[in-house]
């Protein structure tokens, strides 16, 4: 039979047929849209070295270019690929701060390279699982699974057959800081060295203390200070704002990329200095439980107030009620999320042990907070029961898996910000 249709509306199909049939190009004709990102951002890092003839920068940027080459080979789903994207955001954030003599175009492909690798590697971050996990995730159907199908604690025997305890050995690591940004002395200093008091101790379900330790400002070796900045006044030489040290913003401790432990850590963490040892024992569900609080404090200053005495008295006052609360979370079941096992010091029972003045030069911890018309300070405390423990081990908050951020800010006037990295690691069986 013939067909009725116009024959103007047949020459439209025909068109129209062609034109969706030229759309449907081959699986991997194109290429994602992550890889055409991260050569737009070499190209911006190249066209940025071809503008300046400073030999700091050319290092730097050639750096930050390799980092991003790394992460363009990766698997874009790899703890690697972030960690690369990260160390070329440090390294480009430390450019843009040393690019004040440097003309309008570097300045602005600087900052275009800063805000693409920073999209870049959150939307990996969006596309990657919320909770990444060491290996594939355990069901809650398996006997290995800490909880059953109910959220409920697991004994070896299964649900409701709660023969014996699960338990296993943790360490925890304090691997290295960042400076996001660094605080105000006035004309007193224009950079940081810093030092810091770390605690940890373990408690049964009844908060009866079973070990407490104590180290930093004043667990030192040999009568000489764990601080780091400046050399020779200080013991460790660490940040870039001269020749002998000095932290400025921008600046990370012992490397980079300071969430990824690069070197052995110290087993005696009564120094405190990065990377070194904040608690490694055996954590038994049900049973106890480990706390660890970390703190650090500017350096450099006057120490008339004496504020590391006061806060260590506060500690010591308090510790009473901080683990008995901490006794409380053994058998009461928290959500997995960072939040339920890192908290604010306030909550467990700690006190402000004491006050400063703004404007006043002192020796202080970073993160202080205002208080009436002066400021004090209160730490976080991060908790490890059992169960916490393997959450935190195989979790990836944004530093890789395992890696927990303890971040301290300053009030304005104050001015310091800096990101504190551990890590929680699960050995053996």
């Given amino acids: 039979m013939r067909s009725h ?32 990102a991260l050569n737009s951002l070499i190209g911006l890092l190249r066209e940025a070295d071809s503008l300046t003839k400073n030999d700091g920068l050319h290092s730097a940027l050639k750096r930050a270019t390799e980092a991003v080459t790394n992460a363009q080979k990766g698997d874009k789903g790899s703890k690697e690929v972030t960690g690369n994207l990260n160390e070329a955001s440090v390294l480009l954030q430390k450019i843009a701060a040393d690019s004040s003599s440097e003309g309008a175009d570097f300045r602005d492909k600087v900052t275009r390279a800063q805000q693409l690798v920073n999209e870049i590697a959150a939307t990996y971050d969006k596309n990657r699982a919320v909770q990444k996990v060491n290996g594939p995730p355990i069901p809650c159907e398996s006997p290995l699974s800490p909880v059953d199908c109910n959220g409920e604690p697991r004994g070896p025997g299964g649900p409701g057959h709660p023969v014996s305890p699960l338990r296993r050995r943790f360490r925890v690591t304090f691997n290295g800081f960042t400076v996001n940004h660094q605080t105000n002395q006035g004309l007193y200093a224009r950079w940081d060295t810093v030092t810091f008091y770390s605690n940890a101790g373990t408690v049964d379900t009844s908060g009866h203390q079973q070990a407490y330790v104590t180290g930093g400002f004043y667990g030192h070796r040999g009568g000489v200070l764990a601080t780091i900045g400046t050399t020779p006044e200080n013991r460790i030489q660490g940040g870039t704002a001269g020749p002998n040290g000095g932290f400025i913003t921008g600046d990370s401790f012992p490397t980079l990329t300071p969430w990824v432990r ?5 087993g005696d963490h009564t120094a405190a200095i990065p990377p ?61 999320q960072l939040g339920s096992f890192l908290r604010p010091g306030s909550i467990f029972g700690l006190a402000p042990g004491m006050r400063l003045a703004i404007g006043v030069p002192q020796r202080r911890p970073i993160g202080m907070q205002p208080e009436r018309e002066q400021f004090t300070f209160i730490p976080q405390v991060l908790v490890l029961t059992f169960d916490s423990a393997e959450y935190l081990s195989r979790t990836d908050f944004g530093s890789g898996i395992g890696i927990v951020p303890v971040r301290y800010v300053d009030p304005q006037g104050f001015g310091g910000d800096y990101t504190l990295y551990f890590q929680v690691e699960r050995l053996g069986n």
């Avoid at 249709?5 to 699986?27: E, Y």
């Avoid at 690069?262 to 110290?266: D, Q």
Wanted: hydrophobic letters at 40%; charged letters at 20%.
């Fill in 276 to 336: 070194t040892d904040y608690f490694e024992g055996e954590l038994i569900q049900n049973t106890n439980a480990a706390y660890i609080i970390p703190s650090i404090w500017l350096a450099t200053g006057p120490d008339n107030l004496n504020l590391m005495d006061a806060y260590r008295a506060q500690l010591d006052h308090d510790r009473a009620n901080l683990e008995h609360r901490v006794a409380d979370m053994i058998t009461h079941r928290n959500s997995l």
């Fill in 5 to 36: 249709q116009p024959k103007t509306i047949r020459v439209a199909l025909i068109l129209l047929a062609l034109v969706f049939s030229s759309l449907a190009l081959p699986v991997g004709a194109q290429k994602p849209q992550g890889d055409e």
């Fill in 262 to 266: 690069r070197e052995p850590y110290r």
